[in-house]
């Protein structure tokens, strides 16, 4: 049966309830939890293996303005996003819905988040919206990378990024607001216990608008199912990655924001 998964921000139970009870008749279960902001433990993957289920079909975001203005809230919140869309799909639906009482959250949102349907809990027909989502059949959007995170307190904080079709000659990963402790190659969704780099760099300095961005690289190469890992300290507030560019040829990342 598919299920929503609601992820609160607050700690109101009457308005968690309120959700529950709008999707009970259209025969629609809901799941989920209060929100844990606490990034050095990677409180945010707690709910991760849950929301990944087949059975999941959309991941409802209760908020207002004020709780979504965390800094932390808004990183965890991405890295969340970034996990579970690697997973179910870019078109994977994620609604911020705005709570009772407070204002309604406004973009500009993370680019995880740069896509998510904003409604309003007092809207009368919002059950009927999340039902047609919930239903609706999805197709992703063409993208030409792949991106996922991994974390606990034993592994610490993991990227995994590579191209979705076609072959990298090579690859770069940077931070802004952290540091790259560690990098490796490796199949896809296994991280690297051992690897061979192929003239790996550390510490090149990228300038992109007000950003600046320390990146590490290797002239690995990269398939569909190949990816190119990268350790970093603490949640970073951006990152950038791609192909790692040929001499004299003009540098091409993807860049994520996750604040």
Known sequence: MK??????????????????????????????HFWVDDLPKIAWMAPREEMIKPDIA?????ATAETLASPSVRRGLSLLAITVQAKK?????????AEGGGAAPT????TPLSGVELLSASD????????????SPRTDPASEYRIDVYGNTHIG??????????????????????????????PMEMLPAQCTLEFPVKGMKLSLGER????????????AKTSYFAKVKECPDSVLFGPF?????????FVVGLT
């Open 3 to 32: 299920s929503v998964w609601l992820t609160s921000l607050g700690r109101s139970e009457e308005n968690v309830k309120k959700v529950i009870s709008l999707m009970k008749p259209y025969g629609v279960p809901v799941l989920g």
């Open 58 to 62: 959309a991941w409802v975001i209760l």
């Open 89 to 97: 799909g870019l078109s994977f639906p994620i609604v911020l819905l």
């Open 107 to 110: 973009p500009p949102f993370p």
């Open 124 to 135: 009368p027909g919002l059950a009927a919206k999340i039902v047609a989502m919930v239903h």
């Open 157 to 186: 904080l993991w990227f995994e990024v590579g191209p979705r079709q076609g072959r990298w000659e090579g690859a770069m990963f940077g931070v802004a607001g952290s540091e790259i402790l560690f990098h490796g190659t490796g």
């Open 212 to 223: 600046e961005y320390t990146a590490w690289g290797v002239r690995n190469g990269f398939e």
């Open 245 to 253: 560019p040929s001499e004299g040829e003009a540098a091409d990342f």
